[in-house]
């Protein structure tokens, strides 16, 4: 006989150290390298609470991640696919990447990468991205979806766009409540192909940011500071980085809202920087490519490519639609 907070944690211990199979079908590997890169999850988060967690920095939370909260989510998943997949081919349209064939995507040299809940292939072959959420009695997604989730969804459409051959041009979020799955509400996002540009800079800011304090807090705009797990080491790296200064006669909350618009400022200007260098390394590469192979001009797939090489200059790429 043993004593039942010995049998809660031989189930908890289990599931931590991955010694049973999950109950969930899934294409992905337990073990993924989610540090390294930006998560298509972690999109809408903080950029300062992204630089806590890729730089490893200890939380005052709970120390195991919430496994249950996981779990409960891949269960709803599972449901939700299985039978949206049997109600797709009763319509002739198909669910892929789902289940057993879902799939990360991912850019290494970006750091970026996501993992779609599937992708829906309609009879005119035209593809919605999708992804399921679970959610309890304290959430209510009738009138919308969540901003995080919306942010999660736009990166994982430019990922399909840059990772595969699959073209989706919106997606669909569904949640379902835990207590009764039947309960679903469905929305749909639209594609916003400038997401991959604001990721590539939130991107550089969690990965090579000297120090927290030259990273922008962006939760104080967008209201993640009451959840934030750094929250407290967060008020102290930026309590030291503003040194005392002129108000200019303004009042804290006059103060507060200049303080946020600065902050999207700084977000914007950092977005476009590293879009920039992004664009530059890209163009170099295809010069190169085009110029190894002997190449100067290709057209396919809605786009056209040539490249101008003249005597007295570096050569010149023009890109164009076709």
């Not at 999109?43 to 939380?59: D, N, Q």
């Not at 260098?277 to 002997?294: F, K, M, S, W, Y």
């Amino acid at each position: 006989m043993m004593r039942l907070e010995a049998v809660r944690e031989l189930i908890m211990e289990a599931r931590r150290s991955e010694a049973a199979a999950r109950p969930f079908p899934s294409g992905v590997g337990a073990g993924d390298d989610r540090t390294g890169f930006l998560n298509a999850s972690e999109a809408g988060l903080c950029s300062r609470w992204l630089w806590y967690a890729k730089h490893g920095i200890a939380t005052a939370g709970e120390i195991h991640p919430p496994h249950g909260v996981f779990d409960r989510g891949h269960a709803f998943e599972h449901w939700c696919t299985t039978y949206l997949a049997a109600g797709l081919a009763r319509a002739k349209a198909r669910l892929l990447y789902a289940g057993a064939k879902q799939r990360r995507l991912v850019l290494p040299g970006f750091r970026l990468a996501g993992t779609p809940d599937g992708l829906i292939e309609w009879p005119d072959r035209s593809e919605t991205a999708l992804e399921v959420k679970s959610h309890g009695t304290a959430q209510n997604y009738d009138s919308g979806p969540s901003e995080m989730h919306v942010r999660q969804t736009e990166l994982n459409i430019e990922l399909f766009h840059e990772t595969t051959a699959h073209r989706p041009e919106d997606a669909i979020i569904v949640y379902g409540l835990a207590e009764d799955y039947g309960r679903l509400a469905l929305h749909r996002v639209e594609r916003r192909p400038a997401i991959f540009v604001e990721m590539l800079g939130k991107a550089a800011a969690a990965f090579d940011a000297d120090s927290a304090a030259a990273v922008t807090a962006e939760g104080v705009v967008t209201k993640q500071c009451v959840i934030c797990p750094y929250r407290s080491r967060c008020a102290a790296a930026q309590a030291h980085a503003i040194p005392a200064a002129g108000t200019g006669g303004l009042d804290q909350a006059t103060l507060r809202v200049i303080d946020r618009l600065v902050a999207a400022r700084q977000r914007a200007v950092a977005a476009e920087d590293e879009a920039a260098r992004a664009c530059a390394e890209v163009e170099a590469e295809i010069i190169a490519t085009l110029t190894d192979a002997g190449a100067s001009r290709i057209k396919r797939n809605g786009y056209a490519v040539q490249l101008k090489t003249p005597a007295d200059g570096p050569a010149v790429l023009e890109i164009r639609s076709a």
